[in-house]
Structures are given as C-alpha cells and as structure tokens.
C-alpha cells in the first residue's frame, strides 16, 4: 500500500502543465502547415463527427495513443518518426490532451504537448474545420 498522499485531478493537472509547453491555436496551424509539427486528435468518434476534423491532424484515439506514436513501438503509426517529432496533441477542450502529452513526454517524445483549449479553441479561432 502506497504512504503517498494522493493528488487531486486539477492539482494533476496544475503539475503536468508546469512541465509543458502549451501551444496556441494559430501557433499550432503555423506549425502544422510549415510541417513542423504533428498535431493528433484524440477526441472520441461522436465529437470528431459532430464537430468536425482539423484537416491534417491524425486521429488516434486516446486509449492507443502511446502504441501508434512511440517510435519504438511495434503498433506505431507511420508518422512516429523520432522522439525528437513535435506532437501537438488536442482533444475537445484542452484537458485529457494535457494528461496524454505528459505520457508522451514519459516515453521519450520530449517536445510533446498540447492545445490549449483544444478543438473548441481552433475551432473559435476560425482556423480550418472539415468534416
């Protein structure tokens, strides 16, 4: 039995995103179109189909998420090159993005992070949305 003290979700939260560098919508489009970073849909099927896609973006459902971009993995997707590739990861509002950023970073992906405020900030911003 563990003698830690057990933290709450938002102190989790406040923890992961210390040790992220959290990206802007327009920043992560810039990035996304000059090629320089992967930006990864993990939102479950019923928002991606009521909300739309970010076109470009690969969709990788959360519970997979650490098989298809651990560049050692057997599962891995095309895309997972090197530890060294910018993930930019995004789920609806910018809250399990932040948890499945730092298991990236914990698997050697160190510029993995995440949208701030997730697809309804893209989304808000006018950036690109398809269906």
């Known amino acids: 039995m563990s003698t830690e003290t057990p933290v709450g979700i ?6 992961v995103r210390a040790d992220l560098d959290r990206i802007e919508a327009d920043a992560a489009h810039d990035a996304s179109r000059a ?4 930006l990864v849909d993990i939102r479950y099927a019923a928002l991606r189909e009521r909300d739309g896609l ?4 690969l969709v990788v459902e959360r519970n997979e998420l650490e098989w298809r971009l651990d560049p050692q993995g057997s599962h891995r997707s095309p895309e997972a090159t090197s530890h ?4 930019v990861v ?7 993005s932040s948890l499945a950023a730092a298991s990236l970073r ?22 690109p949305v398809g269906f």
């Open 84 to 87: 060294d590739l910018h993930v």
């Open 35 to 38: 090629g320089e970073a992967l």
């Open 54 to 57: 970010i076109p470009g973006a």
């Open 106 to 127: 914990q698997l050697g992906l160190h510029r993995a992070t995440d949208l701030v405020g997730g697809f309804q900030a893209w989304k808000a911003a006018g950036l």
């Open 10 to 15: 938002d102190e989790l939260l406040a923890q």
């Open 90 to 96: 995004f789920c609806n509002e910018g809250y399990a």
